[in-house]
């Protein structure tokens, strides 16, 4: 079990930028890969971007490349998912979760989540 805590949500202007932060409470992180997922009303979860455990390698979903870039600190057991050029679409309960089989693009493959930070882009 690795409690996770997501902050830095809120309120952005479109083109504008937010940083999350998926923090590991009490446990480190250095063993787990990361990823993000954000779940918008209405919609399925779907994935973001996600991050290797040793912070090596890290892949994205295709609406977010070259915008979103994540990025983690194992000795401060926290990972980031830097957000720029915010879109009307990004908004949604971004999820950090984490799991100790690598790099994976499903949310069932994630066994462990935070409870989630609302990202809402006004046009």
């Known amino acids: 079990q690795i409690p996770l805590v997501e902050s830095g949500g809120g309120l952005v202007q479109a083109g504008g930028s937010v940083r999350l932060s998926c923090a590991a409470s009490g446990r480190t992180f250095k063993p787990y890969a990361v990823g993000w997922f954000r779940q918008a009303p209405g919609k399925e979860r779907e994935f973001v971007a996600a991050?290797?455990?040793?912070?090596?390698?890290?892949y994205y979903a295709d609406s977010v490349k070259g915008r979103f870039t994540i990025s983690g600190d194992n000795d401060k057991n926290m990972v980031y998912l830097q957000m720029d050029g915010m879109r009307p679409e990004d908004s949604a309960v971004y999820y950090c979760a984490a799991n100790l089989e690598g790099i994976r693009t499903e949310d069932y493959e994630y066994p462990y989540w935070g409870q989630g930070t609302q990202v809402t882009v006004s046009s």
């Open positions: 991050i290797s455990e040793y912070r090596t390698s890290t």
